[in-house]
């Protein structure tokens, strides 16, 4: 339970690295727009920390794709920001993960593994989380994982590329996320592909 809540925090983290990277890079007209993340009061100097570390990377093209009940999200990174990002917390563990929150900041999503990332690498899922605040006047549905679901196996993350070239990371991962983390709550089955450059690929036009 103590890990489940840690890696809760964590994805957390990601997803506020998120925001600020966002608020930064790709959506400066947005800086004033009524975000629903009322409550994020961490340390700015450790979030800034964070991203100045080595291995943290802004997508600058592809697309992050999501499966969850019938519904597909999807992040672009032409115009939505996705990171994929690594952090080493204070007793030297590692983690990495992919963040990404949409362009009108109403979905966000988050989901981490632990250990170092490298290429045709398959690891166990540590952390995960989809927001979602698409309707200003009903209140948001968050998915995460959750500690009271009693599962010891929450997925797995497939890297089949990272840091190759153009390519920032590609792969799937399967998860499981339970509706609001509350005592018998539901919990289902998210699918996801993410292909994602740090370049913009050369359109071929002949």
Not at 39 to 44: E, G, Q
Not at 68 to 78: E, L, Q, R, V
Not at 141 to 169: H, M, P, R
């Amino acid at each position: 339970m103590q890990k489940l809540r840690f890696v809760s925090l964590l994805v957390f983290l990601f997803t506020i690295i998120l925001v600020v990277i966002s608020s930064c890079q790709k959506d400066p007209d947005l800086k004033d727009s009524n975000v629903n993340n009322a409550n994020l009061s961490a340390d700015t100097t450790k979030i800034m920390d964070v991203i100045n570390v080595p291995g943290n990377y802004l997508a600058a093209a592809g697309k992050l794709i999501i499966k969850i009940k019938d519904s597909t999200y999807i992040f672009d990174a032409n115009k939505d920001s996705i990171a994929f990002v690594t952090v080493q917390t204070d007793d030297k563990n590692q983690y990495f993960g992919i963040t990404a929150i949409n362009r009108e900041h109403t979905m966000s999503f988050g989901i981490s593994s632990s250990g170092s990332v490298k290429n045709n690498l398959s690891n166990s899922i540590a952390g995960g989380q989809l927001l979602l605040n698409q309707d200003e006047n009903k209140p948001g549905i968050q998915y995460s994982l959750s500690k009271y679901t009693g599962q010891k196996d929450f997925g797995n993350i497939n890297v089949i590329q990272y840091n190759t070239g153009n390519e920032l990371a590609k792969g799937t991962f399967v998860t499981f996320l339970a509706k609001d983390d509350k005592v018998n709550s539901p919990f289902y089955k998210v699918e996801g592909t993410f292909d994602l450059q740090l370049k913009q690929r050369a359109v071929n036009n002949n």
